[in-house]
């Protein structure tokens, strides 16, 4: 079984810029997640995909972070304009239905805003 | 809103020597999960516990919910090298639409002297 899958793996962008994450869940599984996971902290989550609807984005700087879900599988998280706090670890998880299921997570992407 | 607590934040041990994390919950919780994150890597789920006062054992790893299900530990006897990396416990955050969503502790760093 194929894990999740995330690109790029690593990214540099300057301060103002916008920037885009990928995420590709293990098929079939209906719940997917992006979290933010600064240095030396556990991840946080920023939205939670049911399918191809939100089911909850209360931590989401909606002002500079956006996500879709397309036709329920593949994802997209985007910031746009960046700023240095933004610098972190975006990981994406995926899990077999909302509920108390384990989560799978991809590599992450490790954005560096300068 | 809920918190979840991980103490220590860091331990060094010497190989052979035991190891113990815990993770304590401002809420009640329904189950927990732990994962393992290795430096450079991304989190994998572990286990979960639902049960109040349950253990469960993975080979040297025994995990424990506690009766009240608010607190848990993990607990890694004879650490080798390989035991090296980052352990969180993570919770599921209160709220019905939320369902699914966890929170997770900041983490204990485990490093192993051989």
């Known amino acids: 079984e194929a894990g999740v899958a995330q690109s790029p793996r690593y990214k540099i962008i300057e301060k103002r810029q916008s920037v885009a994450f990928w995420c590709n869940p293990i098929s079939g599984h209906a719940t997917l997640y992006w979290y933010q996971q600064i240095l030396g902290q556990g991840p946080k989550l920023l939205i939670q995909f049911q399918n191809n609807g939100v089911v909850d984005d209360s931590q989401l700087p909606k002002d500079r972070f956006s996500a879709e879900r397309l036709k329920g599988v593949d994802s997209t998280l985007k910031i746009q304009p960046a700023k240095l706090e933004d610098s972190a670890v975006y990981l994406c998880?995926?899990?077999?239905?909302?509920?108390?299921?384990?989560?799978?997570f991809g590599p992450g992407t490790r954005l560096t805003v300068t | 809103g809920q918190q979840v607590m991980q103490i220590p934040q860091y331990q060094h041990v010497q190989e052979g020597e035991d190891f113990t994390t815990y993770c304590n919950s401002s809420?009640?919780?329904?189950?927990i999960q732990w994962y393992k994150q290795r430096p450079g890597g991304h989190p994998v789920f572990l286990i979960q516990?639902?049960?109040?006062?349950e253990v469960k054992k993975q080979k040297r790893l025994t995990f424990q919910f506690g009766e009240a299900k608010k607190n848990s530990s993990l607990h890694i006897t004879a650490t080798q090298t390989t035991d090296v990396g980052t352990y969180f416990c993570?919770?599921?955050?209160?709220?019905?639409?939320?369902?699914?969503?966890?929170?997770f502790g900041q983490g204990t760093i485990l490093t192993v002297h051989p």
């Open positions: 516990l639902v049960k109040s006062g």
């Open positions: 993570a919770g599921p955050s209160s709220g019905g639409t939320s369902y699914g969503k966890l929170t």
């Open positions: 809420t009640t919780l329904s189950n």
């Open positions: 998880a995926s899990s077999r239905d909302r509920g108390q299921y384990e989560q799978y």
